[in-house]
Antibody
Framework: QVQLQESGPGLVKPSETLSLTCPVS????????WSWIRQSPGKGLEWIGY???????NYSPSLKSRVTISVDTSKNQFSLRLSSVTAADTAVYYC???????????WGQGTLVTVSS | EVVMTQSPATLSVSPGERATLSCRAS??????LAWYQQKPGQAPRLLIY???TRATGIPARFSGSGSGTEFTLTISSLQSEDFAVFYC?????????FGQGTKVEIK
């Protein structure tokens, strides 16, 4: 059974960089695509981007200039970096498996990140 | 980007009754549509992909149909554990986009 769990700071200051990691258990990180999705009251569910099993990435056009998704195969985990954050980036962030980059399954439990000084 | 519109926003249903949820795409997404269920404080859970294929472990009372721009999720006989918010998601066009959700509540 594939399991994911987001980890990282719950509070980030405006203009700084949000960094989250997602260790994967039950599957090799090189076996699939992996995604980040966020959910906020104002914007609902928003796809951030994915990284493929070959390491290629695809990002939402609205976030592309600020997002980096990477993989660490030695730790079997993938990561999200979102730079120059503002209050609008406050959300619950989820990592998820993304078969062929399409639907999302399974999901991590989610982690709330608040952007505030 | 493709806008996904779900209706109704809230659906009040009695246990044992049938629930029918709708999802409309602003342009054709073929059959590249998924449905998710989200309970309070939990992550979404995949129910359906390919518009009509149930994900692993999903009970047969959940069924999906439709193609193009009009899709339906049907819960044939609502159980107490089914009350939640349901989202549709298209993955035919980049970027993937979600609907705003339909809350199924106990009548």
């Amino acid at each position: 059974q594939v399991q994911l769990q987001e980890s990282g700071p719950g509070l980030v200051k405006p203009s700084e960089t949000l960094s989250l990691t997602c260790p994967v258990s039950g599957a090799s990180i090189s076996s699939s695509y992996w995604s980040w999705i966020r959910q906020s009251p104002g914007k609902g569910l928003e796809w951030i981007g994915y990284i493929s099993n070959t390491g290629s990435t695809n990002y939402s056009p609205s976030l592309k200039s600020r997002v980096t998704i990477s993989v660490d195969t030695s730790k079997n985990q993938f990561s999200l970096r979102l730079s120059s954050v503002t209050a609008a980036d406050t959300a619950v962030y989820y990592c998820a498996g993304a078969p062929r980059g399409n639907w999302f399954d399974p999901w991590g439990q989610g982690t709330l990140v608040t952007v505030s000084s | 980007e493709v806008v996904m519109t779900q209706s109704p926003a809230t659906l009040s249903v009695s246990p044992g009754e049938r629930a029918t949820l709708s999802c409309r795409a602003s342009q054709s997404v073929s059959s590249n549509l998924a449905w998710y269920q989200q309970k309070p404080g939990q992550a979404p859970r995949l129910l359906i992909y390919g518009a009509s294929t149930r994900a692993t472990g999903i009970p047969a009372r959940f069924s999906g149909s439709g193609s193009g721009t009009e899709f339906t999720l049907t819960i044939s006989s609502l159980q107490s554990e089914d009350f939640a918010v349901f989202y549709c998601q298209q993955y035919n066009n980049w970027p993937q986009t979600f609907g705003q959700g339909t809350k199924v509540e106990i009548k």
